[in-house]
């Protein structure tokens, strides 16, 4: 489904734009490659440039709770510098490679809740326009993909996905916000975690991958989290499985964090949002995990559908925050 609108972008008469993105998913630090189509409006115009801009949705917390907005994390400028002539139509081609810590939309073609698009902005005669905004998937790197899926292998369920406005303290990140994937314990961690929240911060070398556990509290012990970090080649071939699992082990037996985490307003370290559950709005129905990993199918249908109105609300939401 493409969300999308046609305005006549610069006033009645003015010149549409409209941004076709070619099928399939993209990948974190990968391709995405697609075409502008601009039809002139009822005189000619100059069109200075033409730049898309990647925006998500971003939940952020902060002393009055949570809150929620769209934050642009990058910007491409993908053709100008031409005269459009009145009702002449033309098509700019791109090709802009995305950054490695783009967030991951879907698993095996499981949407997992997070709402990414891509704007299209059309600057004529000094004037400015973000007159197009299209649905953006983005597809796990590999080694991405072979973790969760041995999350999945291992007994862990998907719970909901979301992006956190702020940073992870002792990490390479560089965007505003990171990507947290939440899972439900396997059976044998029940009884030690709450959930297990999973961040990629993917870079040319390779991927960290950050591991937090709600742990839950003993007899005479409140409960807390715990942070620990990790880095995988992008092509390394290992026993994701006994990795995975190993990870889980060390992780479940840590005592604190040894990471802090930066929001917006100060900071918190890990023992601070032990009681806050981060999650989506509208994904709590799980994804049921089993030999195919954590994508094996979602219960009725629901999430797919739920996630569909979610995009709806964001693309609606940011054409009434500029009209």
Request: hydrophobic fraction near 40%; proline fraction near 4%; charged fraction near 20%.
């Amino acid at each position: 489904m493409v969300f999308k609108r046609l305005l006549g972008s610069l006033g009645v008469g003015g010149p549409t734009v409209d941004t076709v993105l070619d099928p399939g998913t993209a990948r974190p630090g990968g391709a995405l490659t697609g075409q502008v189509h601009l039809e002139g409006g009822q005189a000619d115009f100059d069109i200075e440039h033409i730049t898309l801009e990647l925006v998500a949705r971003v939940e952020a917390e902060h002393a009055e709770g949570e809150s929620e907005g769209v934050v642009a994390f990058e910007r491409f400028a993908v053709g100008g510098g031409f005269r459009l002539a009145a009702g002449q139509r033309h098509s700019v081609p791109f090709t802009v490679t995305l950054p490695w810590e783009t967030p991951v939309t879907e698993l095996h073609g499981q949407h997992l809740g997070i709402v990414l698009g891509v704007r299209t902005e059309l600057a004529v005669a000094g004037a400015r326009d973000k007159g197009d905004l299209d649905q953006l998937s983005i597809a796990p790197l590999p080694a991405q993909e072979a973790i969760l899926e041995a999350f999945g292998q291992l007994g862990f369920g998907f719970r909901s996905a979301d992006l956190e406005y702020g940073r992870i303290a002792g990490t390479g990140q560089q965007l505003p916000f990171y990507q947290e994937i939440e899972l439900t314990p396997a059976p044998q961690y029940a009884h030690q975690v709450n959930e297990i929240e999973v961040t990629f911060l993917a870079n040319p070398g390779g991927v960290e991958v950050v591991l937090e556990a709600d742990k839950r509290g003993g007899l005479f012990s409140g409960g807390h989290d715990a942070l620990t970090r990790f880095t995988v080649g992008h092509h390394d071939s290992r026993d994701w499985n006994a990795e995975v699992g190993a990870w889980v082990r060390q992780l479940t037996e840590r005592h604190g964090g040894a990471y802090a985490v930066y929001g917006d307003h100060g900071h918190h370290d890990s023992h601070d949002h032990g009681g806050h559950h981060r999650s989506g709005p509208g994904m709590g129905t799980a994804v049921a995990a089993g030999a195919a990993g954590l994508a094996v199918g979602v219960v009725g249908g629901m999430v797919a559908a739920e996630v569909v109105d979610e995009v709806g609300d964001f693309f609606e939401g940011d054409e009434e925050d500029e009209g």
